[in-house]
T-cell receptor
Framework: NAGVTQTPKFQVLKTGQSMTLQCAQD?????MSWYRQDPGMGLRLIHY???????DQGEVPNGYNVSRSTTEDFPLRLLSAAPSQTSVYFC?????????????FGEGSWLTVV | AQSVAQPEDQVNVAEGNPLTVKCTYS??????LFWYVQYPNRGLQFLLK??????LVKGSYGFEAEFNKSQTSFHLKKPSALVSDSALYFC?????????????FGTGTQLKVEL
């Protein structure tokens, strides 16, 4: 069982560069989301999706775009990276029918913007 | 708005001693409560959850947590700590009325278990 898979695990970007963090899940979960983790702040919700074709903003959406063209994939795009986006990013998924009310997380993507 | 407080940034415990990691929450309605653990450079691993029913919930690796509605708490406990339990622990709450995957996390508690 692959679960929630994120790539890349580590990335260094220059200010102004763009990149996409990939997230895929093989559990047929309808809900997917992206969080960022910063020291002393816990995890904060960036964007989420309740199904293919539907996305919405979370607590800290500025500077990030998402799309959900399939149930399995939920990429997070940084259009013009800023040092404030240096963080650890976690993708998560949840299924109302097969998740037991538990949200599952990927292994994380460590991003540094210089 | 829902919120979670983990009042201790770090908890130190000797191996073999009981441990407690504290968590209080604020949510309107009946909460779904979770504990996750994060080892260095790893993702979040699910430990246990409270949805409904028995207030004492047992989870992975010998951990348990007690839901106390009157005190709005969900403290994580283990009767005998191991050095391998040293990690970052997060408490989280979800209001089931607000949608499937909107978890609100506490700021985390670093657990250090020493020999």
């Amino acid at each position: 069982n692959a679960g929630v898979t994120q790539t890349p695990k580590f990335q260094v970007l220059k200010t102004g560069q763009s990149m996409t963090l990939q997230c895929a899940q093989d559990m047929n979960h309808e809900y997917m989301s992206w969080y960022r983790q910063d020291p002393g702040m816990g995890l904060r919700l960036i964007h989420y999706s309740v199904g293919a074709g539907i996305t919405d903003q979370g607590e800290v959406p500025n500077g990030y775009n998402v799309s959900r063209s399939t149930t399995e994939d939920f990429p997070l795009r940084l259009l013009s990276a800023a040092p404030s986006q240096t963080s650890v990013y976690f993708c998560a998924s949840f299924g109302t029918q097969n998740s037991g009310n538990t949200i599952y997380f990927g292994e994380g993507s460590w991003l540094t913007v210089v | 708005a829902q919120s979670v407080a983990q009042p201790e940034d770090q908890v130190n415990v000797a191996e073999g001693n009981p441990l407690t990691v504290k968590c209080t929450y604020s949510v309107s309605g009946n909460p779904y409560l979770f504990w996750y653990v994060q080892y260095p450079n790893r993702g979040l691993q699910f430990l246990l959850k409270y949805i409904t029913g028995d207030n004492l919930v047992k989870g992975s690796y010998g951990f348990e947590a007690e839901f106390n509605k009157s005190q709005t708490s969900f403290h994580l406990k283990k009767p005998s700590a191991l050095v391998s339990d040293s990690a970052l622990y997060f408490c989280a709450v979800r209001d089931p009325r607000r949608g499937g995957n909107k978890l609100t996390f506490g700021t985390g508690t670093q657990l250090k278990v020493e020999l």
